[in-house]
């Protein structure tokens, strides 16, 4: 394959060969469910991913945290099988059965033996298009989704994230938590979930894929059989536009905020706006966070945990979507050190942004990054995952040797430049735990917030 592979909304049949021959088949069929494979040569298993472009960020304020009450609700049961039907049919098998809710997609997914694929197709498939949504499950599920949103609010980790990104995001939908509030949840109403799903769960909506030991013609025979047998209508349609890319304008939220939590360890997290999804940057600022905090070798890691001893976990992220993104970084110490770990992050975010990166680090950064994309792609969850992003969000896919190819053209020049681009942009400050709020006033240049305990 000879660059990244475009997938056109209106191009119903697609095959191409990727790095190690393997071969891609996409089919779009009359109804607009797309269909994606990927066989891999010697695999005795497959993951099988049903997805929908629709994520935390597509509700309205009166909707927030429904997208994943709704997942959770699709295990529930359906017309001809129980919640612990669904259960026992993975499980009997020794599969693997789960979902995620994202900011932009939900993904019901499975990974079995070849033999038993057939089985996950026809249960997913009977869970993405019945779910009955009984009142009584209902309620049932929204005391479980008020235990998982309580289990997160204890996590320190978990609630400096949501509330970062709530800062670096401003009044963004992507600033919102995935899972709702409290109150969120309990003024959720079972009709409005399922008017939401209803308007999302269409056949234009679906995206099914799958990666393993898969033959494609029998998997499209035996998803249209299983959304015919559903109900689901033979009415033509083309597949829902995917999401404009163009970079959205930020309103920053509160750009330093202490959150007092009576814990041993602060966490501590600085960020500013990153990149979206399809900025061409996007392998440089891979290469950047490398260096700066993506291992044991980084910057970050061997200034703060290896000489100085100063905390545990410290590493720097770079989650992209759509139209906005983050750059962050993220410690963990004791309280009496979080002043000047936080410090330290940024002494080496503006080192990297004055002085650019050795040779000798371009070098690891970029054999780290080739080998650990090689090594996942040995999983055929990492694929299907691949297939479903390519799909859902950008439009193209981008096999190895082209994700290679891309690292291999950026410049140590180019990663100093989005350095200094990226420090030159607001900075957003978020600590959980038992700090002084004051005391971060020099670090950020600007008075704390302080956020009263829950």
Not at 278 to 288: E, G, M, N, V, W
Request: proline share 6%; with cysteine.
């Amino acid at each position: 394959m000879n660059g990244p592979v475009p997938l056109p909304l209106d191009d119903l049949e697609l095959s191409f060969r990727v790095s190690g021959d393997e071969l891609v088949r996409r089919s779009v069929l009359p109804s607009g469910i797309r269909i994606l494979t990927e066989r891999m040569a010697g695999a005795r298993s497959a993951t099988v991913g049903f997805w929908v472009a629709v994520g935390s960020r597509d509700e309205t304020a009166a909707e927030r945290g429904s997208t994943h009450f709704l997942e959770h609700l699709l295990f529930k049961g359906t017309p001809t099988r129980s919640a612990f039907d669904i259960s026992v049919s993975f499980e009997s098998v020794g599969g693997e059965h789960n979902a995620a809710t994202a900011k932009e997609y939900t993904c019901y997914y499975a990974k079995v033996r070849d033999v038993d694929v057939d089985m996950a197709v026809d249960v997913l498939a009977d869970m993405v298009t019945s779910s009955v949504i009984d009142p009584d499950e209902f309620e049932v599920e929204r005391g479980v989704i008020l235990d998982e949103l309580a289990m997160a609010d204890d996590d320190a980790g978990d609630v400096g994230s949501e509330r970062l990104f709530e800062s670096v995001l401003g009044d963004h939908p992507l600033g919102r938590p995935i899972g709702g509030s409290p109150d969120s949840i309990r003024a959720a109403r079972r009709d409005d979930v399922v008017r939401h799903y209803r308007e999302n769960y269409r056949p234009q909506d679906l995206v099914v894929t799958v990666a393993g030991a898969v033959d494609h013609e029998a998997l499209v025979g035996r998803i249209t059989a299983a959304l015919r047998s559903a109900g689901w209508p033979d009415t033509e349609a083309t597949p829902v536009p995917r999401r404009p890319t163009a970079t959205a304008e930020l309103s920053q939220g509160a750009p330093a905020v202490v959150i007092p939590r009576p814990l041993e360890q602060a966490t501590v997290m600085l960020a500013v706006p990153g990149l979206a999804l399809t900025d061409p940057r996007r392998p440089t600022l891979s290469i950047l966070n490398a260096v700066l905090g993506g291992g044991m070798s980084s910057r970050l890691f061997q200034e703060i945990r290896e000489k100085r001893g100063l905390a545990y976990s410290v590493y720097s992220f770079t989650p992209s979507y759509s139209d906005a993104g983050l750059f962050g970084l993220y410690a963990g110490s004791a309280p009496r050190n979080a002043v000047e770990v936080s410090k330290l992050m940024l002494d080496e975010f503006d080192r990297l942004a004055d002085d650019g990166i050795t040779e000798h680090e371009f070098e690891r950064s970029l054999g780290m990054l080739g080998g650990a994309a090689a090594l996942a792609l040995e999983d055929s969850d990492t694929r299907m995952n691949r297939l479903g992003r390519a799909e859902i969000s950008t439009g193209e896919f981008v096999d190895l040797d082209e994700s290679l190819a891309r690292l291999a053209r950026v410049t140590s020049e180019g990663v100093q430049e989005l350095a200094r681009e990226l420090r030159s942009r607001v900075l957003s400050t978020v600590v959980v735990g038992d700090v002084e709020p004051a005391l971060f006033d020099a670090v950020v240049a600007e008075p704390v917030a302080t956020t009263p305990p829950a």
